[in-house]
């Protein structure tokens, strides 16, 4: 059974902070992972995939994959109130014909004080 | 570019009844996804189609959950007869890469 954990928060950081989001998961074969961004009562929005281990950045977001420790995370610099929503981790745990069997953590609740 | 397009957006109903849902995906997005999303969870995945193939039903519930995908476009989510359990917002998504998927509004289903 596929798992991604994450912390549920709140976390709360001032603005113009960095916000550092993890998660870890149980599949040691996955390797496509992905940090969606959901405001509340709105849909999941696709903010960063990242595939390979290391950094990926783009613009004030940066993904971290370690494929050997299992972990991934998110970084967001300067952090705006607009960022305050929750963030979910996904990995693709369908393999072959079945890839884009997307398993998501439960969420992280971010929110940037102003 | 328009996006994924859900109706309705809202759905109130009585435990046993019926109740379908529609979804319109993205133009020439080939992969087409039903995930549930309970409240304070993240979503999890039903139904996937490629085309209008079955890819994955491994999650669905097949005693009271159906889909279906003809043509290769839109596609409905049934569920018959509704539990109380089944409150939840339907969400379907899309992907022209099967990595990257969009999502649309959502269908907030009440099941009283």
């Known amino acids: 059974q596929k798992e991604v954990e994450q912390n549920s928060g709140p976390l709360s950081v001032p603005e113009g902070a960095i916000a550092s989001l993890n998660c870890t998961y149980s599949d040691r074969v996955s390797q496509s992972f992905f940090w969606y961004r959901q405001y509340s009562g709105k849909s999941p929005e696709l903010i960063m995939s990242i595939y390979s281990n290391g950094d990926k950045e783009d613009g004030r977001f940066t993904a971290q994959l370690n494929k050997a420790s299992q972990y991934v995370s998110l970084l967001i610099r300067d952090s705006q109130p607009s960022d305050s929503a929750t963030y979910l981790c996904a990995l693709d745990g369908g393999y072959g014909g079945s890839q884009g069997n997307l398993i998501f953590g439960k969420g992280t609740k971010l929110s940037v004080k102003p | 570019e328009a996006g994924v397009a859900q109706s309705p957006r809202y759905k109130i109903i009585e435990k046993r009844q019926s109740v379908a849902f529609w979804c319109n995906p993205i133009?020439?997005?080939?992969?087409l996804y039903w995930y549930q999303q309970i409240l304070g969870q993240g979503p999890k995945l039903l139904i996937q189609f490629q085309n209008n193939g079955v890819v994955d039903d491994s999650q669905l519930p097949k005693d009271r959950f159906s889909a279906e995908r003809l043509k290769g476009v839109d596609s409905t989510l049934k569920i018959q007869p509704a539990k109380l359990e089944d409150s939840a917002v339907y969400l379907c998504?899309?992907?022209?890469?099967?990595?990257?998927?969009?999502f649309g509004p959502g269908t907030r289903l009440t099941v009283l």
């Open positions: 998504a899309s992907s022209l890469v099967s990595n990257e998927q969009f």
């Open positions: 133009s020439g997005h080939a992969t």
